[in-house]
């Protein structure tokens, strides 16, 4: 074997990937972290569920590198008259597949291939259904309809509508496969041969972020891609144009007001503030409060009304301002937080948890309009909280606007996000003493927590929930810190 279907896919999106994907199989950067793990944690229970549709189905168990066991039994469940074969396994021209499950027709049989997405996405899923394609036909397997099965995003916990559907992508496939034989070949011929030297482009972030961005991107603060809203295809249109750095931006490009302000900051190597500032701060009454989510999100959905992928509350942090204090801006702070326990349905409790701890704040602070999306996700969940969630949905104020629009520090390096702003604007206050540091992160940890705690001993869950109430809290003390930092430069601004 020298390629398989995801070495395929691996390739087709960069040679040099492949390279080092196959060439360094050990590479830090190709070591699951938890987060790509529970990825793949829930494709397979997708993949399990799909299963259910296909009674008689057979299951090819051997080890996964065990070809030879798996391409034998494979062609006996063919021979015994299966209905339908899960991960059947097939070698052709020196690339292995095992489709996800091959529903036999009449005189034929159906390729079926699970993601565990919402949609098909043709750049992604359409060069991995292809190369099974090929590999069945020259493995001499009449396969005359090919289909994406995933979860359906109109699905609705508990059983409103079917969880998963399939799409026929036949036609999209055989458009591809003329380019399977020359992708193959020039696959193999690379892997022989020394690393091959790809320039960075599109390929590095479609159809996924590539593991080994580091490698091949510089580390220059001033990249061009740093450059605020750019995105990853304007970043390639102005790499194609030459425009490698910030400061080769020609006079003549038209940008917008937050982009001129970021370039001004760096060339005068200072922050920049707006006399506007003063003014974007009014909305934000004291007594001020300081709320932050964290949610939890499952391929399939576990609690009622939420679709897949549906984002759930699950724990809140909030700081609120409580009269003369020892603190620097005079102030003293209470603080409340709450996180779920156990697998059921949290949001009742985390609603009432939270409309009783906000309710002597006359405006709420968030970074983001995230905060109020979930609210309105209450309101629908719990319709007899939905007056006092409207109360609190009319005291929010965000303050992600007010620094895009009035802010800006050589540091942010184009982003506003509450961490890249942070260290900037307040030196003295990271995240860099936690051990959770990141969203996604903690919403695994979440649901690690809720539905799987019969597997962590007692001692780890106890660390887990710490460490989550730690992170949550340190989001809303940030925003403390941030609204001070402003507070203290908008005095000095002209009226």
């Not at 910030?246 to 003549?252: E, F, N, Q, R, Y």
Request: glycine share 6%; proline share 7%; net charge negative.
């Amino acid at each position: 074997m020298t390629l398989s279907k995801s070495r395929f896919t691996t390739g087709h999106q960069c040679e040099k990937l492949l390279w080092w994907t196959v060439h360094e199989p050990n590479a830090a950067e190709l070591q699951p972290d938890k987060v790509l793990q529970d990825l793949f944690d829930q494709g397979r229970q997708v993949g399990e569920l799909a299963r259910l549709d296909f009674p008689g189905g057979v299951l090819i168990e051997h080890p996964h590198r065990d070809y030879a066991a798996r391409l034998a039994s494979t062609q006996a469940a063919i021979a015994s008259g299966a209905p339908a074969i899960f991960e059947a396994s097939f070698l052709a021209d020196g690339v292995f597949v095992a489709v996800d499950v091959l529903a036999r027709e009449k005189d034929s049989w159906t390729l079926i291939e699970v993601k565990s997405s919402s949609s098909f996405k043709e750049d992604e899923h359409l060069p991995d259904a292809a190369v099974q394609a090929w590999v069945l036909n020259r493995a001499g397997i009449p396969v005359t309809r090919i289909e994406l099965m995933h979860l359906n995003k109109e699905y609705r916990h508990p059983n409103q509508g079917t969880l998963l559907v399939r799409e026929d992508i036949t036609e999209l496939v055989h458009a591809f496969l003329p380019q399977v034989p020359g992708i193959v070949e020039r696959l193999a011929r690379m892997l022989d041969g020394p690393l091959p030297t790809i320039p960075i482009g599109a390929q590095c972030h479609e159809p996924r972020e590539c593991a080994f961005l580091d490698r091949c991107w510089p580390d220059d603060p001033l990249h061009i891609r740093h450059l605020y809203n750019v995105g990853p295809k304007k970043t390639i249109q102005y790499l194609g144009k030459g425009i490698h750095s910030i400061s080769d931006i020609p006079p003549t490009q038209k940008l917008g007001f937050t982009e001129r302000r970021q370039l001004k900051a760096i060339a005068e190597q200072r922050i920049i503030v707006e006399p506007t500032l003063r003014q974007a701060l009014e909305p934000f009454e004291s007594p001020l409060g300081y709320l932050d989510f964290e949610t939890v999100a499952r391929a399939v959905p576990v609690w009622d009304g939420l679709a897949p992928w549906g984002a759930a509350v699950a724990q809140f942090s909030y700081h609120e301002e409580r009269g003369p204090g020892t603190g620097e801006s005079g102030l003293g702070y209470v603080h409340h937080e709450w996180l779920a326990e156990g697998p059921g349905d949290p949001r009742r409790e985390l609603a009432e948890r939270m409309i009783e701890a906000t309710a002597g704040a006359r405006r709420i602070v968030t970074y983001s309009a995230y905060e109020k999306t979930r609210l309105k996700d209450l309101q629908r969940l719990v319709p007899e909280l939905a007056q006092p969630l409207e109360e609190m949905i009319g005291k929010l104020v965000d303050l992600l606007p007010v620094m895009r629009n009035n802010v800006y520090h050589p540091d942010f390096r184009g982003s506003f996000s509450l961490k890249n702003v942070l260290q900037p604007m307040v030196p003295e206050l990271s995240y860099n003493d936690l051990v959770i540091v990141d969203g996604r992160v903690a919403s695994v940890e979440i649901a690690r927590l809720l539905f799987h705690a019969h597997k962590i001993p007692p001692a780890e869950r106890d660390r887990v929930r710490q460490d989550l109430l730690d992170y949550c809290k340190r989001d809303t003390w940030a925003t403390v810190r941030l609204m001070q930092r402003l507070r203290d430069l908008a005095p000095n601004l002209p009226s």
